[in-house]
């Protein structure tokens, strides 16, 4: 597994605390979403539990210089990444965030033009297929967070590309790929 470089500004110790200027802490937030994404991406990490214990993760906590990022600051963040496409909340009561290597739109795309290499479209599949299935091996979307891929897919619906069919959970929601 390649070796996760902190950014230079890692080891600065205003960068865990966000900023109160709008325009310093937007250029904050950036950052971090680069950061979080970079980071969960090289540890293949897709889903976070964002409580305290978050404070030990070498993501959000830096202990040589004795800083780390607090609970509410990091869920300002992961609002920030998922306003950026990246990741989503999972609960309700944001205690499980999901993300995704790639943007909404970005991995929408790879959905459809996965369905369209393997000959799905017009075929009926399930969510459950789609993620975990042996032809998603290697996709951006194989094993990943199922609310991730779900929001893909309502993209892919808002643009006609896709037809969503309600199942008995989430898993069993059907999909049906349509040609442009």
């Not at 979403?33 to 980071?39: L, S």
């Not at 993300?99 to 369209?116: C, F, G, P, R, V």
Request: proline share 6%.
């Amino acid at each position: 597994m390649t070796e996760y470089q902190f950014p230079e500004f890692y080891s600065f110790p205003p960068f865990f605390t966000l900023q109160d200027n709008p325009i310093t802490r937007q250029k904050q937030l950036d950052l971090w979403v680069d950061h979080v994404i970079k980071y969960t991406t090289t540890h293949k990490i897709t889903e976070l539990l964002p409580t305290s214990s978050s404070q030990s993760l070498p993501l959000f906590n830096n202990p040589s210089i004795k800083r780390a990022l607090d609970p509410q600051d990091i869920q300002t963040v992961l609002d920030h990444v998922q306003k950026s496409g990246y990741g989503t909340w999972l609960t309700a009561d944001k205690s499980k965030f999901g993300l995704s290597t790639i943007n909404t739109a970005e991995l929408a795309a790879a959905l459809h033009k996965w369905a369209d290499q393997y000959d799905l479209m017009s075929s009926v599949e399930t969510l459950d297929e789609i993620i975990n299935g042996t032809m998603s091996r290697g996709q951006p979307f194989y094993n990943s967070p199922m609310k991730i891929v779900y929001n893909a897919l309502l993209e892919l619906e808002n643009q006609g590309l896709a037809s969503l069919y309600e199942g008995d959970d989430m898993g069993s929601l059907g999909v049906k790929f349509i040609r442009p």
